[in-house]
């Protein structure tokens, strides 16, 4: 449901965090994380991002919430 935590599903570092600005069928925030050198998870359609870039994140963590205003 909207405005739900989003918690990290594995340990990583954040690398991104991006909010698409078009309010119709974008992206939302987005949060891409780096799991291994070139593997990387990317999280979106989140409403708010509490994670900051460069930040190291562990599994379960709230990185966001869903959907919603920023």
Not at 4 to 13: A, N
Not at 15 to 21: F, Y
Not at 40 to 56: E, N, P, R, T, Y
């Amino acid at each position: 449901p909207e405005r739900s935590r989003v918690y990290s599903p594995t340990t990583g570092t954040i690398v991104t965090t991006w909010h698409d600005p078009d309010p119709v069928g974008g992206w939302g925030g987005l949060v891409v994380v780096q799991i291994k050198p070139r593997l990387h998870l990317i999280l979106a359609h989140l409403g708010k991002i509490f994670a900051k870039i460069d930040s190291q994140i562990s599994e379960g963590q709230v990185i966001g919430t869903v959907g919603g205003a920023p």
